[in-house]
């Protein structure tokens, strides 16, 4: 079994990333969530993390993160995921409630009493994980793995012309976390773009019995297939499921181990991640291409495990 600690901004491919793990926890197992800000503002992000995983029945605690970036302006991406962060999906009112106490002590607390044996994937803003690295030194040490949804290595930015939103949203955050010497594995949109969500899957999941996902999630695509078409002119990317897929599957990945680092100085190029060449030695792996068939199948496992 894989524990992690999950830290979002929960916006649509957020709650696929969720919602995956929540249906393949015969392997994975979340300990806590923490919703930073990203997104949308913190308030939205924890609102939008304690509906989802109430609606799915994963019972993991949530707890609060970071407001904001550790240096720049906040930076979010309304523009792409609505008002409140996750448009589309209604949610009856929630009984379930954010754990009380800040989530990156409880991060910390956490991975200090479980040393070598939690995850941290974070799939917004990497804030809350730089914090906690620059709070405790023995945090890197005792982590097993970190797995990121961010960067654009040898591709365009998507916020601008070379960096990719969760980096550029705080880019002093991304230098810590690539500088901490934990094995990091990450999806930038070198790899994460090449999985687009298809018409096909949307027919195939219209055509799914009801479940505790299947209207979540085309209530959500609804709102977030014709936003992308707008802002980017091609059908959404799964770029925060990726993390979990490797977790369960990392077959489905192939993967270039190189330096990375982040622009936090450019005017025109803050926030972009500067790849290095190949070095097996390096820790950090980063994602280049995927199989889009096997994630899908293991997409609909998942959804069929949230009956
Ligand atoms: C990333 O930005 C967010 O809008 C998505 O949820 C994803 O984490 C893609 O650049
Ligand atoms: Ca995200």
Partial sequence: MKHIIMDVDTGHDDAVAIALAGGLNDEIVIDGFIATAGNQIR????????????????????????????????????????????????????????????????????????????????????????????????????????????????????????????????????????????????????????????????????????????????ASMGFYVPSLLKAHGEMPAMHDPCTIAYLYDPSIFKYSYRPISVETKGDKTYGKTIGGKEDKNSTTKMAVDVDTDKFWALFFKAVNNLV
């Avoid at 960096?163 to 990450?186: C, K, L, M, Q, Y």
Wanted: proline share 6%; charged share 25%; with cysteine.
């Fill in 43 to 218: 308030e939205y992000t924890l609102e939008n993390t304690l509906n989802l995983t109430e609606a799915l029945e994963m019972e993991a605690p949530v707890f609060a993160g970071s407001i904001g970036p550790l240096l720049r302006d906040r930076v979010l991406a309304g523009n792409i995921h609505g008002a409140n962060g996750f448009e589309g999906p209604v949610f009856e009112k929630r009984k379930k409630k954010e754990c009380m106490g800040n989530g990156i002590r409880w991060a910390i607390d956490h991975v200090l009493s479980h040393p070598g044996e939690i995850t941290f994937v974070s799939v917004g803003p990497w804030t809350d994980l730089a914090v906690c690295l620059k709070s405790d030194e023995r945090f890197a040490s005792s982590l097993k793995e970190i797995v990121l949804m961010g960067g654009a290595v040898d591709h365009p930015g998507n916020v601008t012309p070379s960096a990719e939103f969760n980096v550029f949203a705080d880019p002093e955050a991304a230098e810590i976390v690539f500088g901490s010497g934990v094995p990091i594995t990450f999806f930038p949109l070198d790899v994460t773009l090449k999985l687009l969500l298809t018409q096909e899957v949307l027919d195939k999941v219209k055509n799914l019995p009801e479940s505790r996902y299947k209207n979540i999630f085309l």
